[in-house]
């Protein structure tokens, strides 16, 4: 049995030695064995553990999603769901890219001194702006989530600065709104796969709100076969 020190399971897999220290601190590579000395040593299934996990983020899974699926009860069948999302995403972003191109040729081939086809541009502009799905969701997420901070932030330094507590008075009344309207929105605009059973669901809004979840994936109760685990978020 073949046994890695940290910095050969590094150069392995090409990166560095802080990486592979980094996933032991996540709790997502720890070392299989340790020497008198107390330096960490990894077996193959380490290695090929360590490669599973660059894969999947060359992927683009957050590492906050890989570490949901590894710790899964069935990391088969959430990992299948969720390479099946990243594919039609990606699959998606080429469909968008192509038809840029193809707009793009047309207008070139269709420019004759001052003649522009105008239809065309039209297609341009709509395929640019074509942000859908889960990433302007998350996005819009994102932009409230930082108009929050602002306005939480804004209102302490002042209080503290000053002595005046009417800012934050009136402040915290607002991110509370702005963080139910996000909540709602982000509840009503997503669904999940069960990985075991393979069904689309929508679970009620207490139990999705307090689950634990990944950016991609969220510790529900499938309502058709009774599957407790991760399943993979989806636009619904």
Not at 42 to 56: A, F, G, P, T, V
Not at 91 to 103: C, M, P, R, T
Not at 184 to 209: D, H, Q, V
């Amino acid at each position: 049995m073949s046994n890695y020190t940290t910095g050969e399971m590094a150069k392995l897999c090409g990166v560095s030695v802080r990486t592979v220290q980094f996933y032991d601190t996540k709790g997502l590579l720890p070392p299989s064995d340790l020497t008198e000395g107390g330096r960490r040593l990894y077996s193959e299934s380490d290695l090929n553990k360590l490669r599973l996990i660059l894969m999947l983020k060359s992927f683009g899974l957050s590492l906050d999603t890989i570490i949901g699926v590894l710790s899964s009860e069935a990391p088969g069948k959430v990992l299948y769901l969720l390479l099946g999302e990243q594919l039609k995403r990606l699959s998606g972003e080429i469909q968008e890219k192509q038809e840029q191109l193809d707009a793009i040729k047309a207008i070139m081939a269709g420019v004759s001194g001052e003649s522009i086809p105008v239809n065309s541009i039209q297609d341009v502009g709509k395929t640019m702006k074509n942000k859908k799905g889960l990433r302007k969701i998350h996005s819009a997420m994102l932009a409230v989530g930082l108009i929050m901070d602002a306005i939480q932030i804004g209102a302490i330094v002042v209080w503290v600065m000053t002595g005046i507590w009417l800012p934050f008075a009136i402040g915290m009344p607002i991110v509370i709104a702005l963080g139910a309207l996000t909540v709602r929105m982000y509840y009503k605009n997503t669904a999940y796969i069960c990985p075991e059973c393979g069904e689309t669901f929508k679970p009620s809004l207490s139990r999705w709100f307090f689950s634990a979840h990944t950016l991609k994936a969220r510790k529900l109760t499938c309502g058709k076969c009774g599957h407790t685990g991760y399943c993979v978020e989806v636009l619904g």
